[in-house]
């Protein structure tokens, strides 16, 4: 089983509707969750990280968090042509260790 | 937070040559990481240095790869014999602490011809 899992998409979503990405992952003892931004060419960009189970907005951006399930989605509410990146899902583990990134969904938002 | 800075942006070079990448993190930062992604492919860790000493690396990181703090500030990943498939995007990346989540520079991107 993989580590991380996403569907690598593309996921086509018209510019002002709600886009959806979700994300699995394997190891339980998975303490944060990052989600990162990579624009093609550019490095990843952190736009949010989740904690504790539960709904966490920020802007246009909520992320949600089933531990139980080992599951976490990112919801991009009104979404812009800008928004048309890859999205990458990554669990944390504990002080100082890796992080582990799953292929990343490619999000296009058409006009 | 000021940008990770990471130089050359692009290198090329000769399969069997020694490339030496750097990063410019901030001096405060305990955690320092490179990843590399392969083009079309996912970012993959490498290698993760904390209190000057290695912490973590992957099986990716083998003996031909090794990194230095050598001044206290600069951060280096050395390839010393570049093959073909070490052709990638190679990110640093650095943690202020644990939960922040890390900071990556803006990359640099080797060519191995």
């Known amino acids: 089983q993989k580590e991380v899992e996403q569907n690598s998409g593309p996921l086509s979503v018209p510019e002002g509707a709600i886009a959806s990405l979700n994300c699995t992952y394997s190891?339980?003892?998975?303490?944060?969750f990052f989600w990162y931004r990579q624009y093609s060419g550019k490095s990843p960009e952190l736009i949010m990280s989740?904690?504790?189970?539960g709904d966490k907005e920020d802007g246009r951006f909520t992320a949600q968090l089933n531990k139980a399930s080992q599951y976490v989605s990112l919801l991009i509410r009104d979404s812009q042509p800008s928004d048309s990146a890859t999205y990458l899902c990554?669990?944390?583990?504990?002080?100082?260790?890796?992080?582990?990134f799953g292929t990343g969904t490619r999000l296009q938002v058409t006009l | 937070e000021p940008e990770v800075t990471q130089t050359p942006s692009h290198q090329v070079t000769q399969m069997g040559q020694e490339v030496i990448l750097r990063c410019v993190p901030i001096?405060?930062?305990?955690?320092f990481y490179w990843y590399r992604q392969i083009l079309g492919q996912k970012v993959e860790f490498l290698v993760s240095?904390?209190?000057?000493?290695?912490?973590?690396k992957s099986e990716i990181f083998d003996d031909q790869f090794s990194v230095e703090r050598p001044d206290g500030s600069n951060f280096t990943l050395k390839i010393r014999s570049t093959k073909l498939e070490d052709s990638a995007m190679y990110f640093c990346a650095r943690a202020r602490s644990a939960n922040y989540g890390y900071t990556f520079g803006s990359g640099t991107r080797l060519t191995v011809v």
């Open positions: 990554a669990p944390y583990t504990g002080t100082a260790s890796k992080l582990t």
């Open positions: 240095f904390y209190n000057n000493e290695i912490s973590e």
């Open positions: 001096s405060n930062h305990l955690y």
């Open positions: 989740i904690y504790s189970n």
């Open positions: 190891d339980r003892v998975s303490q944060s």
